[in-house]
Nanobody
Framework: QVQLVESGGGLVQAGGSLRLSCAVS????????MGWYRRVPGKQRELVAT???????KYADSVKGRFTISRDYVKNTVTLRMNSLKPEDTAVYYC?????????WGQGTQVTVSS
C-alpha cells in the first residue's frame, strides 16, 4: 500500500501562487513516477504534471511555464509549485503514484482561484 496525503490547497486571487505538497508513505518501493492531476466539477480528471523517478518532468500545455513539480526523496514528498494562477486552474488537485503494478491516489485538495 501507498498512502498519499495532499495539502496546501486554498483560495487565491488570480496571479497569485500556491504550493501543493504530497506526503508519500507506506510501501514506496518501485514507484516509477509521481504526478499531479486535477478535476474540474463535471469534467474528467486531467494530467497536470508528472515526474518519473530519475527522469524529467512533463507538463500539460495549459500549465507550462507556470507550474513546477519536484520530488524530495529524503522527505518523501512531491511538490507542485503553482505561479500566475488563473481562474481556469480552479479544481481539485490529486497526487498520484504510479507503480508497474498499480496506481495510487490521494484524497485531493481544493484549489480555488478568484478573479
Amino acid at each position: 500500500q501507498v498512502q498519499l496525503v495532499e495539502s496546501g490547497g486554498g483560495l487565491v486571487q488570480a496571479g497569485g501562487s500556491l504550493r501543493l505538497s504530497c506526503a508519500v508513505s507506506g510501501n514506496i518501493f518501485s514507484i516509477k513516477a509521481m504526478g499531479w492531476y486535477r478535476r474540474v466539477p463535471g469534467k474528467q480528471r486531467e494530467l497536470v504534471a508528472t515526474i518519473p523517478t530519475g527522469g524529467s518532468a512533463k507538463y500539460a500545455d495549459s500549465v507550462k511555464g507556470r507550474f513546477t513539480i519536484s520530488r524530495d526523496y529524503v522527505k518523501n514528498t512531491v511538490t507542485l509549485r503553482m505561479n500566475s494562477l488563473k481562474p481556469e486552474d480552479t479544481a481539485v488537485y490529486y497526487c498520484n503514484a504510479d507503480k508497474y503494478t498499480t496506481t495510487y491516489w490521494g484524497q485531493g485538495t481544493q484549489v480555488t482561484v478568484s478573479s
